[in-house]
């Protein structure tokens, strides 16, 4: 990470990297400190649709971890930016929790059934047959398909769950409709996080816990990336891959002092 100019923004993943389900991880709480303390902005992305920001501020508080309402960007939001830019005042038959239908509801769109502008799925607990039906019947009718990540499962206390990609799949199978994905590893999302901040990506970089999704789309956002080995991806695995992180370390509480160097020597 030489010969760049100093971060002044930092944009991190949640489950993974600061989090293992409802348990922090060790140095998380100080990283998000160190940053709060350092001035820089930051925000806390991820894939999950299913929570407000409000929400996830008291998850993670419960953890010990204090991020600010603010500081939280999830798919559902910056799918739900893209749609408003894309047709503002639109309409769209959601299937999803409250994370998204609120984030929908926020940029103006109407929530119908009847002939909507999109079908847009996000992550649930409780998928229905009737809604996917639903969903099914009109994207065959010419709405058009958004889904707010790509992510195929998830993790729960009894083990791995379906998520939105799974879904999506299926969906597609029945309509021969592919959805058109907002959250990593799309770069969009990473651009609309950097938008919301009003940074640049000269200045800015991505800590992840995943090669294929927050490295990928840190890299295309043109972002500097570090990849923590406390989630998905391990050590090995990372040659697999033909790219590489900028920086690879063993967990965020590697970082914490780094986040006041950063700010006073190239990264």
């Known amino acids: 990470m030489a010969e760049h100019r100093p971060i002044e923004t930092w944009l991190t993943d949640m489950d993974g990297v600061l989090v293992h389900e409802e348990d922090a991880i060790p140095g998380a709480a100080e990283f998000i400190t160190?940053?709060?303390?350092?001035?820089r902005q930051?925000?806390?992305?991820?894939?999950n649709s299913i929570f407000t920001p409000r929400d996830l501020r008291a998850r993670l508080l419960a953890s010990g971890i204090d991020v600010p309402e603010a500081a939280i960007w999830?798919?559902?939001?910056?799918?739900?930016?893209?749609?408003g830019d894309q047709r503002p005042g639109g309409s769209a038959y959601v299937v999803g929790e409250a994370g998204l239908v609120t984030a929908m509801h926020?940029?103006?769109?109407?929530?119908?059934?009847?002939?909507?502008d999109y079908v847009v799925l996000g992550e649930t607990r409780t998928y229905s047959f009737e809604s996917i039906t639903r969903a099914i019947r009109l994207i065959e009718q010419g709405a058009r398909f958004i889904a707010t990540n790509p992510d195929p499962s998830g993790p729960s206390p009894a083990g791995t769950l379906p998520a939105t990609g799974s879904v999506a799949a299926l969906i597609s199978t029945a309509t021969g409709r592919q959805p058109y994905f907002v959250g990593k590893p799309n770069p969009l999302m990473m651009r609309s996080a950097?938008?919301?901040?009003?940074?640049?990506?000269?200045?800015?970089?991505?800590?992840?816990?995943?090669?294929?999704?927050d490295?990928?789309?840190g890299l295309e956002a043109g972002l500097r990336t570090v990849l923590v080995l406390t989630g998905s991806t391990k050590q090995h695995q990372i040659e697999r891959f033909p790219y590489r992180p900028s920086?690879?370390?063993?967990?965020?509480?590697?970082?914490?002092?780094?986040?006041?160097?950063f700010g006073a020597h190239q990264a």
């Open 106 to 116: 926020d940029v103006g769109f109407v929530m119908t059934e009847r002939d909507p």
């Open 194 to 213: 950097l938008n919301r901040l009003d940074a640049h990506s000269e200045t800015t970089v991505m800590v992840g816990d995943r090669m294929d999704t």
């Open 215 to 217: 490295i990928i789309s």
């Open 74 to 83: 999830t798919s559902a939001l910056a799918t739900a930016q893209f749609l």
């Open 247 to 261: 920086r690879v370390v063993d967990s965020v509480a590697d970082l914490v002092d780094l986040v006041h160097s």
């Open 42 to 47: 930051f925000l806390v992305l991820t894939n």
């Open 34 to 39: 160190a940053l709060r303390e350092s001035g």
